[in-house]
């Protein structure tokens, strides 16, 4: 029985992955069971319910899983056979005929063509294109049997491999893959559990890794943020990082002399980073430009205290910020937090259920000073115009009532709306919008209705509360306009550089500070 339970120990050390069906776990234990005969493998499966127990089996402990129901025993003759991933890759793209093309070469082709069919001639193409195995730069073997390297020298040519949802199970597998790889800058090993390596397997594999530039590791099981720096000593002049979907609730502040030196772009998408201060740990981390932090149910932002005139020394570089889809309740706070980040120039985010998406980019554009563009849209100077515009006069009456309480009552309107100093030295001061208390202000206002293609003038009074849909109806009677509805803008009477359009037909003057004698042009 010894022997039996040596060699199954020598096929399957702990931290051995292996699959079963469609089902992938990770060996805990090999040895014996109480009360059962022969060798038996000790399971984690990634799937938390596929299993029965949580390694203890009538009162004794042979391993430990994270959760309840994640463990179970399997006799060894049950595991499915494994590769080796030059084996895989020939498999896959060479002698490949029309009926059997790689998956990520048909999307890649449909990218190219931009269609979602192809005739029999083009399947041939691409199945050509497979079949020259040492001219490929592009190998994808996800979802195989993978947990060796083989003989790679054939594969010169190849700068991006994808490894995800393999056999694959520790870092000297990974290295000596990539060491007969010199031209590979681009690795993919999602979905792997890979055992955390040890100072020494660090200090041996770390030349290995000293050619890529991309690091893909979405969910790769990590809930330690620790184990991540941990691993990224194995490639410290990584440019780009993946950590989607691995629980890092919590982080810590990086050693930027001994990782990430060179990182450029971080994605953290659905990590449960829902506590911003723990991104801020992230802030020494100089050379970052891109941070994905999607769907990790963030619901403020809240930076370090600054002075209001002037940036944080954190997130020296980042220039781009993903927050779609996190329920951030209160977007001006957020848009004010954020315009501290000093080299921030695209935001994509999702409108909160009580705002728009116009509403949102308004703010957006309004109270981020360098902000280029919003959900890879960019911001328009007409755009920026109208968005600094509203927010100057919505804020006129704070404005001046603090700036007569004091400097304390001042500075601390501007630490709330930063950008506020800047819009007046832009538009001037605000005054004429404050209203005058011992002036009832009328429900109407005349305004100058400016027909441009004919040049009519039409002088009308109308209700502050007006929608603009109304007024279009007015207008097309009484210019007599046939077709297509038209567009308006107004231009401010005191700011006469200023025109804003009014583009939402559901929105009332009122809405966009229409005030008497303002000139209303029709397109």
Not at 42 to 68: A, C, S
Request: with cysteine.
């Amino acid at each position: 029985m010894v022997g039996i339970i040596d060699e199954a120990q020598l096929f399957y050390p702990l931290g051995t992955r292996i699959k079963i069906a469609n089902n992938y776990g990770t060996v805990k234990y090999v040895g014996e069971v109480s009360g059962h005969m022969g060798t038996w493998l000790g399971i984690e499966w990634d799937d938390g319910m596929r299993g029965k127990h949580n390694g203890i089996v009538e009162g004794k402990r042979y391993f430990q899983t994270q959760l309840p129901t994640a463990g179970s025993f399997i006799r060894p003759g049950k595991v499915g056979p494994c590769a080796t991933l030059e084996d895989a890759a020939r498999e896959r793209y060479v002698n490949y005929d029309s009926s059997n093309v790689d998956a990520s070469l048909i999307r890649e082709a449909q990218a190219n063509l931009q269609a979602s069919l192809f005739e029999v001639v083009g399947m041939d193409k691409i199945a050509r294109k497979q079949s020259k195995f040492e001219q490929l730069s592009e190998i994808s073997v996800d979802e195989t049997p993978v947990n060796a390297a083989g003989y790679l020298k054939d594969l010169m040519h190849l700068t991006t491999l994808n490894v995800s949802h393999t056999l694959i199970w520790n870092w000297e597998i990974v290295a000596s893959i990539a060491q007969q790889l010199p031209s590979l800058n681009n690795l993919n090993l999602s979905s792997n559990r890979l055992v955390l390596p040890t100072t020494k397997q660090i200090a041996e594999l770390e030349p290995s890794f000293r050619q890529l530039k991309h690091i893909n590791l979405r969910n790769c099981g990590f809930t330690d943020w620790q184990d991540v720096m941990q691993t990224a000593l194995l490639w410290p002049d990584i440019i780009s990082l993946g950590l989607q979907e691995n629980s890092l609730s919590q982080l810590s502040v990086v050693d930027c002399e001994s990782i990430f030196r060179q990182l450029q772009e971080l994605d953290l998408h659905r990590t449960n980073l829902m506590d911003f201060d723990q991104v801020c740990k992230l802030g020494n981390i100089s050379t970052l430009r891109s941070l994905n932090l999607m769907e990790n149910g963030i619901e403020e932002i809240k930076l370090p205290e600054c002075d209001p005139q002037l940036k944080l020394n954190i997130f020296m570089s980042l220039e781009q910020l993903n927050l779609l889809h996190n329920p951030i309740w209160n977007e001006a706070d957020a848009f004010n937090e954020l315009d501290k980040l000093p080299q921030l120039k695209r935001l994509s985010k999702t409108p909160h259920l009580k705002s728009n998406f116009d509403e949102m980019v308004s703010k957006a554009v309004a109270s981020i000073a360098n902000l280029q563009y919003i959900n890879r849209a960019e911001v328009m100077p007409d755009e920026r115009r109208g968005a600094e515009y509203d927010i100057w006069k919505k804020y006129a009456v704070d404005w001046l009532q603090a700036s007569q309480q004091g400097a304390d009552a001042l500075r601390e309107f501007c630490r709330k709306h930063r950008t506020y100093p800047l819009l007046v030295k832009k538009y001037g001061s605000p005054i004429d919008f404050v209203p005058r208390p011992q002036i009832k202000q009328s429900n109407l206002i005349k305004v100058r209705i400016l027909h441009k293609s004919s040049g009519q003038f039409w002088e009308k009074k109308v209700p502050r509360m007006i929608t603009v849909q109304t007024l279009q109806g007015l207008v097309m009677k009484h210019f007599h306009l046939a077709g297509n509805t038209p567009q308006l803008c107004y231009i401010d009477a005191k700011h006469p550089e200023l025109v804003v359009p009014l583009d939402n037909n559901a929105k009332t003057l009122d809405f966009y500070s229409v005030q008497e004698h303002d000139t209303v042009l029709v397109q």
